[in-house]
């Protein structure tokens, strides 16, 4: 069958071809939240909201604008505790809606609270002793088996000289092959125990953390009195992909590139930005790939790499100009070599100022967030009753133009937050409350 030349794509033409999901875990809003539990559920993600904290809470003191000094407002609170790590773990990121702060640093702060858990450390320790004996029951099974497989013959025996025995090898086949089996048999049985006493662990866990709750009380007047937009919740769902097309080369091009991009992400993550003044590649791309899940909220890929919204300094901070000889021009026959890509090196991001280590990206707000929130506040304004003195103030503010009712203020594009790669915190304390990085992309 000849080959198609009616279009520009080498890619089947099979509409069912499946997507592909990337490692970024999208949020999204999903729903107002009423219940006065969930509310002071630390562990219950959301957008807006006042913020439930670990015990002890931070000071209200340390969450202002760095600019007008005034409180701000939570926009996202993320509970996000690491698999092998003895700490709840949890991400607040506050944000100023002042028009005279925006496309300022310090207008958009976030910060990391640690609460370290100790039955959850019990855990984890009890894991690794299992793991452990485990590990050395299968290396003691693997060394028994290799000395059994080790020819048993003496050579000065009478016996040696003898015919073998066919009848022999049943004793072998049926009798000590069983062994290793009835290890297995004991690793799943004990198996099966772990998981039944993680169940009860993670019962009661839930349990210790109702009880907090119940004593928990909201008497902490600067945090709750703090401006608020109404709280939703912050659901998350897999980021998927449609696979990157190719494009068909003509006859004599020959396309110099490696296998750099490939991968889970199908070639989307780590795939170069083009050094190029005349397009804003950047922003192409952000869009491009923000229009597959355009509701979303945030993007959390801790370790991953961010997503520039267009190309400014924050972008050449993270995705520095290659340096390289310029492009070679041929004729006829000639190489087609690909432009120098710009890539993300997370070299560029300030350390941790507490202990030293690197900081990694770990996720970043998304425009739709802004819309979310000014939906949720005219929501939340809807429910309350307001005074006279408070209906005159609210008239002045919307005259002024600064009424929640008007534009929200916030004119960011896209803000990063970029968090310790090592989770430091005060062990001795037992809990941390560290602000992290934030690097912003205004919305020119």
Not at 212 to 226: F, I, M, N, V
């Amino acid at each position: 069958m000849p080959p198609r030349n009616d279009d520009d794509w080498s890619d089947s033409d099979d509409d069912d071809v499946s997507d592909i999901e990337t490692n970024v875990q999208i949020g999204l809003p999903d729903g107002p939240i009423e219940s006065s539990e969930e509310l002071r559920d630390p562990r219950v993600s959301r957008i807006g909201g006042h913020p439930a904290f670990l015990n002890p809470p931070p000071p209200a003191s340390s969450v202002k604008c760095k600019n007008c000094g005034d409180p701000i407002s939570l926009l996202v609170q993320v509970w996000c505790p690491l698999d092998e790590s003895p700490n709840d773990r949890a991400l607040y990121v506050w944000g100023c809606a002042r028009g005279a702060c925006q496309k300022k640093d310090g207008s958009v702060r976030a910060w990391r609270h640690l609460r370290y858990n100790k039955k959850y450390a019990e855990k984890l320790a009890k894991n690794a002793e299992r793991r452990k004996t485990k590990e050395e029951t299968e290396r003691k099974a693997i060394e028994e088996a290799a000395r059994r497989s080790q020819p048993q013959t003496n050579p000065f025996s009478m016996k040696a000289t003898a015919a073998p025995n066919p009848f022999d090898l049943g004793s072998q086949v049926f009798g000590d092959a069983p062994a290793p089996a009835k290890e297995n048999d004991a690793s799943s049985s004990s198996d099966e125990a772990v998981s039944d006493e993680e169940d009860v662990e993670e019962s009661q866990d839930d349990t210790d953390i109702a009880a907090r709750l119940a004593s928990t009380t909201l008497d902490d007047l600067q945090w709750q009195e703090t401006a608020a937009y109404g709280a939703l919740y912050l659901s998350t769902t897999s980021e998927y992909l449609p696979p990157a097309k190719k494009v068909k080369l003509p006859k004599g091009v020959e396309v110099n590139e490696d296998d750099e991009g490939k991968g889970k992400d199908g070639g989307w993550a780590l795939e170069g930005y083009e050094n190029s003044i005349e397009v804003d590649h950047a922003f192409e791309r952000f869009t491009k790939r923000v229009g597959y899940e355009g509701e979303q909220c945030i993007r959390y890929e801790l370790g991953g790499t961010p997503l520039p919204f267009a190309s400014d300094a924050v972008f050449d901070k993270l995705f520095p100009a290659p340096t390289g000889p310029p492009l070679p021009v041929t004729k006829p026959d000639f190489m087609v070599v690909p432009a120098q890509k710009r890539t993300y090196t997370p070299s560029s991001v300030p350390a941790c100022p507490h202990c030293g280590g690197p900081r990694v990206f770990e996720c970043q707000l998304m425009p739709n967030l802004i819309n979310v929130l000014r939906a949720s506040t005219k929501t939340d304004e809807g429910k309350k009753k307001l005074s006279d003195e408070e209906r005159r103030q609210q008239v002045m503010k919307e005259l002024k133009g600064e009424g929640a009712g008007g534009r929200v203020g916030m004119e960011w594009g896209t803000c990063m937050v970029f968090s310790c790669q090592k989770d430091c915190s005060d062990e001795a304390a037992g809990s941390c409350w560290r602000e992290e990085l934030v690097l912003v992309q205004w919305d020119d």
